[in-house]
């Protein structure tokens, strides 16, 4: 077999920093950019447009403005084959909606990503993969890595702290997937690649390892938002999604194909990474020692989340990625986590029946 080598995107743009939002136009003038496209979701719009379209005029830069109110597979697809031909790059100001979009148009239309994420609910904005929706379903996609990522603390510290929330659940799921990988590779032949499982648990290690835990500390907020990027460059550098996707992922995703009203992403995926982390025997306390830190089965209880929900998404998770291996493919794990989901303290206590 022929060795694999990797030719890798890695974001040139890259400021995480009190007001970068004042800077977007110099970092793109700094690249030699001069025309783009401006996707916002229409809240941020309101509240960040304006700083962000006087900047570009003062320096010059020619802009289109759009709202991304759609994650439809087809009319996303629409917008991009509409945008001016003079377009340079696409850069998307908002949630992960706006995000998910944009860069899926920017992969079409083969032009330079720019993230500006408004809140740290989960990876999506470092990631080289969208979640939209086709056929009624949510599909995951690939979509362009970002060639600059722009983030201001400001707008993330005033963002309401459940994105914060949503962000460690997504975050500590590192943990839980990339043993979920290893156990794969031992059971099926599947691409597996140290380097990014290196990149991977660097990430959400250096931040379980934090002393403070302050939600508006700036040294915080900088720490919890690089481990996310560092998570976005190990999907790139693999070219898939296992050191970020495992188990805990299936769950919420089953969840969402099950539920009427999906809670956010990274709230499900924190409660199944503590659930599969049981199976897994693995860094269980780490995790713990965050989430009670923080409050997070605080904000879990509010929820109010059916346990039958999540017992219906448990059984139904291998069906989500049936060509994978994690360990909720086996039966006999399956059955152990539906067991924990009532015997376990914790779960017992924050789940409703």
Same mark, same amino acid.
């Given at each position: 077999?022929?060795?694999?080598?990797?030719?890798?995107?890695?974001?040139?743009? &890259?400021?995480?920093?009190?007001?970068?939002?004042?800077?977007?136009?110099?970092?793109?003038?700094?690249?030699?950019?001069?025309?783009?496209?401006?996707?916002?979701?229409?809240?941020? =719009? #309101?509240?960040?447009?304006?700083? %962000?379209?006087?900047?570009?005029?003062?320096?010059?830069?020619?802009?289109?403005? /759009?709202?991304?109110?759609?994650?439809?597979? +087809?009319?996303?697809?629409?917008?991009? &084959?509409?945008?001016?031909?003079?377009?340079?790059? %696409?850069?998307?100001?908002?949630? $992960? =909606?706006?995000?998910?979009?944009?860069?899926? %148009?920017?992969?079409?239309?083969?032009?330079?990503?720019?993230?500006?994420?408004?809140?740290?609910?989960?990876? !999506?904005?470092?990631?080289?993969?969208?979640?939209?929706?086709?056929? !009624?379903?949510?599909?995951?996609?690939?979509?362009? $890595?970002? /060639? +600059? %990522?722009?983030?201001?603390?400001?707008?993330?510290?005033?963002?309401?702290?459940?994105?914060?929330?949503?962000?460690?659940?997504?975050l500590m799921s590192k943990i839980t997937a990339?043993?979920?990988?290893?156990?794969?590779?031992?059971?099926?032949?599947?691409?597996?690649?140290?380097?990014? #499982?290196?990149?991977?648990?660097?990430?959400?290690?250096?931040?379980?390892?934090?002393?403070?835990?302050?939600?508006?500390?700036?040294? &915080?907020?900088?720490?919890?938002?690089?481990?996310?990027?560092?998570? $976005?460059?190990?999907?790139?550098?693999? $070219?898939?999604?296992?050191?970020?996707?495992?188990?805990?992922?299936?769950?919420?995703?089953?969840?969402?194909?099950?539920?009427?009203?999906?809670?956010?992403?990274?709230?499900?995926? +924190?409660?199944?990474?503590?659930?599969?982390?049981?199976?897994?025997?693995?860094?269980?306390?780490?995790?713990?020692?965050? /989430?009670?830190?923080?409050?997070?089965?605080?904000?879990?209880?509010?929820?109010?989340?059916?346990?039958?929900?999540?017992?219906?998404?448990?059984?139904?998770?291998?069906?989500?990625?049936?060509?994978?291996?994690?360990?909720?493919?086996?039966? =006999?794990?399956?059955?152990?986590?539906?067991?924990?989901?009532?015997?376990? =303290?914790?779960?017992?206590?924050?789940?409703?029946?």
């Amino acid at each position: 077999m022929k060795p694999r080598s990797h030719v890798i995107d890695i974001p040139t743009i &890259f400021a995480i920093d009190r007001g970068t939002r004042h800077e977007v136009a110099r970092l793109l003038k700094r690249e030699g950019l001069h025309r783009v496209a401006i996707f916002f979701d229409k809240a941020m =719009k #309101v509240i960040y447009g304006a700083d %962000i379209e006087a900047s570009l005029r003062a320096e010059g830069i020619h802009f289109h403005s /759009y709202c991304m109110d759609t994650l439809d597979y +087809g009319s996303i697809a629409n917008y991009s &084959f509409s945008l001016p031909s003079d377009v340079e790059a %696409i850069m998307a100001l908002g949630g $992960g =909606k706006t995000i998910d979009g944009a860069k899926y %148009i920017a992969f079409l239309k083969k032009l330079p990503f720019i993230s500006v994420p408004t809140s740290s609910s989960n990876d !999506g904005f470092s990631s080289p993969v969208a979640s939209l929706i086709a056929n !009624g379903h949510r599909t995951t996609v690939p979509a362009a $890595g970002p /060639y +600059g %990522i722009i983030i201001d603390l400001d707008i993330i510290a005033n963002a309401p702290e459940m994105f914060i929330y949503s962000g460690i659940g997504d975050l500590m799921s590192k943990i839980t997937a990339l043993w979920d990988w290893k156990f794969e590779s031992r059971h099926i032949e599947v691409p597996y690649d140290d380097f990014a #499982v290196m990149i991977a648990q660097k990430a959400v290690n250096s931040f379980v390892s934090l002393s403070s835990f302050d939600f508006k500390d700036s040294h &915080f907020l900088s720490e919890f938002l690089y481990s996310l990027c560092m998570n $976005g460059i190990a999907m790139e550098i693999c $070219g898939s999604s296992a050191p970020a996707s495992g188990s805990e992922h299936l769950i919420s995703h089953a969840m969402d194909k099950i539920s009427k009203t999906p809670y956010l992403h990274g709230m499900q995926v +924190g409660i199944s990474t503590y659930l599969v982390s049981l199976l897994q025997k693995n860094q269980t306390d780490d995790i713990r020692r965050v /989430y009670d830190t923080i409050g997070f089965w605080r904000e879990v209880k509010a929820l109010k989340i059916p346990r039958q929900l999540i017992h219906q998404a448990i059984d139904i998770a291998p069906s989500i990625k049936p060509q994978r291996h994690t360990v909720l493919h086996e039966k =006999k794990y399956r059955d152990q986590a539906q067991a924990l989901l009532i015997t376990d =303290k914790i779960l017992s206590e924050v789940l409703v029946d």
